[in-house]
């Protein structure tokens, strides 16, 4: 069993930066892969950006590519998501999440344990 707990968001402006943070509980942090996914008002929830149980790996959206990078680190039993230049259309909900290693990596349903979600909102 995993427990997520997002924190870090705000309101920030266009251009601007936020850092994102996500606590898990549970022995077994190490062995999942982590997730960021985000659902902005009206929207489906969409992927963001994944990194491998180790750290070696790391996907992106394309829409965030370039801007946002995730980094964990397992002795803290954490992961995080570091968001630059941001934009309006970054506004939403963001969510992290777990999951066992393997699967698509931006498949929403790969991954089995999610948090609460931090509210991120970007005004121009």
């Known amino acids: 069993q995993v427990q997520l707990v997002e924190s870090g968001g705000g309101l920030a402006q266009a251009g601007g930066s936020l850092r994102l943070s996500c606590a898990a509980s549970?022995?077994?942090?190490?062995?999942?892969?982590m997730g960021w996914f985000r659902q902005a008002p009206g929207k489906e929830r969409e992927f963001a950006a994944a990194i491998s149980w180790s750290g070696g790996s790391t996907y992106y959206a394309d829409s965030v590519k370039g801007r946002f990078t995730i980094s964990r680190d397992n002795a803290k039993n954490t992961v995080y998501l570091q968001m630059n230049s941001l934009k309006p259309e970054d506004t939403a909900d963001y969510y992290c999440a777990a999951g066992p290693g393997g699967g698509k990596h931006q498949r929403i349903d790969n991954y089995v344990y999610w948090g609460q979600g931090t509210q991120v909102t970007v005004s121009s």
């Open positions: 549970g022995r077994t942090f190490s062995l999942y892969k």
